[in-house]
């Protein structure tokens, strides 16, 4: 397949690649591939927004699930963090004495 990108297309492609190190194709490649699993990722949900992209902002089937979704959504729009999985499973591990 051959693509002939627009002059500002191949500036910011070039500029990308400097930016890192890279060659132009290896940057194009990986904004290939980042493009695909996020459009992978969302599926059939549509759009990424807030609601999709956080845990926070799914719905719950249970009344103790969306209580719990609404203290989370509560807790980062008052400026905390959320922990990701490897935090959590971390802080699980330490509290139980494992390294």
């Known amino acids: 397949m051959s693509i002939t990108p627009d002059r500002e297309s191949k500036k910011v492609l070039l500029s990308l690649a400097r930016k890192h190190g890279k ?29 999709t992209s956080d845990p926070a902002g799914e719905a719950s089937r ?13 807790y980062v729009e008052r400026g905390g963090k959320l922990l990701t999985r490897e935090e959590i499973n971390s802080e699980v591990g330490q509290n139980r004495g494992e390294r």
Do not use: N
């Open 62 to 74: 249970t009344a103790l699930g969306r209580r719990l979704r609404a203290l989370s959504r509560r």
């Open 23 to 51: 060659k132009p194709t290896e940057v194009l490649r990986e904004l290939v591939h980042e493009a695909a699993a996020a459009r992978k990722a969302r599926g059939k949900r549509g759009p990424l927004t807030i609601q």
